[in-house]
């Protein structure tokens, strides 16, 4: 019999997408990748002053809530020649950590883990048992017999009142669960630590940006001043209280997070198998130790990898129109030049039309445009962006501490080099570098501090500030490393005002439709050959999508040959 399963939505955050997936003898033979919002931030920023974009381009997500501001102010920056000074980078470095360092764990635990981890099957551990495993892999204090006896009550109160709350719409008891009951009560207790910690580390933008979601940035700098004595500045209490939540941070990271990917991952080592997709990688890269205008010095390095091929990163130029260009063939859009044609975002369109079906639709006619989402390209190739592509960049550019960092994990569930081509491969790189990131936000840390120490308390650079002294003409291309992958705005200043303004989120990289040649992004590809072994209750294509961290709202459908519609599943 033929089935249509829809899911409704796919991910566990904000945002719109919607898949659809025919599959055939159990797997799934093809997949169509669709973006059902638009925004128009293009058409919402022309005409307006250049450095206030980064307050409109933030907003574009509550979740990575920086990195657009970060992409925005350095658009501008380059357009205008402006270079920050040292103490700026390094408080944008460490706005950039924090935003990882949450965001990444929040992944872990509450957008992805209940993919592999059976919260119900908690109910059967013996607390006992969980604290031995726990005790045996990290020595993170709350690890005892009674306060994982006392988890399970509260999981337990959740189920008898026939209310599962934040638990609601789970597969739980799905045959694909592998994790012994013991270890699913670890991961659950985790997921309500986390709850908790992630409210923390956050903190840390407060300080720098005055407040989260959404701080502030500067155009030239950050938007606070050194003074060590000064109770309204960045004085000495509260940059001390800046490293204690770093500390506390790579805390939990070291201790929490990554022996529980560990324990998990060493369960599902088949998934080092499925859902690798794409074989090219791309990274930005971010973290710069001598200033943005060095790329070669970040700690994440920019490049391409072809093919898997990892004797070989390839330089890659967001300003080059023959390198990075969007294309609308199979979205619903317009462009002057025709539907083939790719334009870099410099000359990049936003002309919406709409062709698609009136809502609400069974499924989409995948033979015509069915997305809001355009299709960017890297001299013609699909690209697959995020940490498992940092990690491929960072670890063939010959990077020392991601080689030993991604070979010790590795080593540590015994698999090849070959398993970080997969699901379980982009879940294991989120991980290795939520560690490093933990490591390198302490060097930041100190050398923010060593330089104050030495007097430097530069933290903007006024330089260009008055329009009166700008080009008639400028464009700029800020690029950053968005926790999902790489990120980019274009910007053309004409007159003193924004002419235009292009975004190229890492979304529209990995979740955008066909390009003009039939070829796949990296959503649609990962899910070829994915197994559905119950069509009611498609884990498997939630754990590779959410693999990628999809920050979408998203249905996603599936059926097979004859393509017949069954009924929907909600899911969490």
């Not at 470095?93 to 993919?115: E, G, I, R, S, T």
Request: glycine share 8%; aromatic share 10%.
């Amino acid at each position: 019999m033929s089935n249509r399963i829809v899911i409704d939505p796919i991910t566990r955050i904000e945002g719109h997408l919607r898949v659809e997936i025919e599959v055939k003898d159990g797997k799934v033979i093809d997949a169509f990748s669709s973006g059902t919002m638009v925004r128009g931030f293009e058409k919402i920023l022309k005409g307006r002053d250049p450095r206030d974009a980064w307050a409109f381009t933030e907003r574009a997500c509550g979740v990575c809530t920086t990195v657009h501001a970060l992409a925005s102010v350095r658009t501008v920056e380059d357009a205008l020649g402006i270079t920050v000074p040292p103490n700026a980078e390094l408080v944008r470095n460490l706005m950039f950590c924090a935003q990882y360092l949450q965001d990444h764990v929040v992944h872990f635990y509450h957008l992805h883990a209940l993919d592999w981890v059976d919260v119900v099957s908690a109910l059967k551990a013996d607390p006992v048992a969980t604290s031995g495993i726990a005790q045996s892999i990290s020595n993170w204090p709350k690890s005892s017999p009674k306060y994982f006896a006392d988890v399970q009550r509260r999981i337990a109160s959740f189920v008898q009142s026939g209310q599962l709350g934040i638990f609601a719409n789970g597969y739980w008891g799905h045959a694909a669960y592998k994790l012994p009951a013991e270890v699913n009560l670890l991961g659950v207790a985790h997921y309500l630590e986390a709850l908790e910690w992630q409210k923390e580390i956050v903190k840390v933008h407060t300080i720098f940006g005055g407040k989260n979601p959404h701080p502030n940035y500067l155009v030239g700098g950050v938007p606070c001043s050194i003074n060590v004595d000064d109770a309204n500045a960045l004085n000495a209490e509260r940059l001390a209280y800046v490293g204690r939540l770093f500390d506390e941070a790579a805390a939990f990271v070291n201790q929490v997070y990554i022996p529980d990917l560990l324990a998990v991952a060493g369960f599902y080592k088949d998934w080092g198998a499925i859902g690798g997709g794409l074989e090219n990688y791309m990274a930005y890269g971010d973290l710069p130790v001598n200033g943005y205008g060095d790329p070669s010095q970040f700690k994440f390095p920019r490049g391409i990898i072809l093919k898997r091929n990892l004797a070989e990163v390839i330089p890659v130029d967001g300003r080059s129109a023959d390198q990075i260009q969007e294309f609308i063939s199979s979205s619903w859009y317009e462009y002057a030049e025709g539907d083939r044609t790719g334009l870099h975002p410099w000359a990049g369109e936003t002309n919406l039309k709409y062709t698609g079906p009136t809502p609400p639709y069974d499924y989409l006619d995948v033979t015509k445009k069915y997305s809001w989402l355009k299709t960017p390209r890297w001299k013609g190739h699909p690209m697959e962006v995020g940490p498992l592509a940092r990690l491929l960049v960072a670890y063939a550019s010959g990077r020392q501490e991601v080689q030993e960092a991604v070979d010790g994990a590795l080593k540590a569930l015994n698999v090849p080099v070959a398993a970080l081509f997969s699901t379980l491969g982009r879940t294991a790189a989120r991980g290795i570098e939520t560690q490093l990131i933990a490591r390198w936000s302490k060097e930041f840390y100190a050398q923010l501090l060593a330089n104050i120490k030495n007097g430097d308390t530069r933290m903007s650079n006024s330089a260009r500030w008055d329009p009166e002294t700008w080009p008639k003409e400028a464009k700029g291309v800020g690029m950053t490393e968005a926790p999902r992958g790489a990120l980019a705005h274009w910007i053309v200043i004409r007159d003193k005002k924004i002419d235009n303004y292009q975004l190229v989120v890492p979304s529209t990289w990995n979740a955008s439709p066909r390009d003009p040649s039939g070829e796949r992004s990296a959503y649609e590809a990962s899910l070829i050959g994915t197994p559905v072994n119950d069509p009611e209750k498609p884990l498997e294509v939630l754990r590779t999508i959410h693999s990628f961290d999809p920050c979408l709202a998203c249905a996603v459908h599936l059926y097979d040959e004859r393509g017949t519609y069954v009924h929907q599943i909600d899911t969490f």
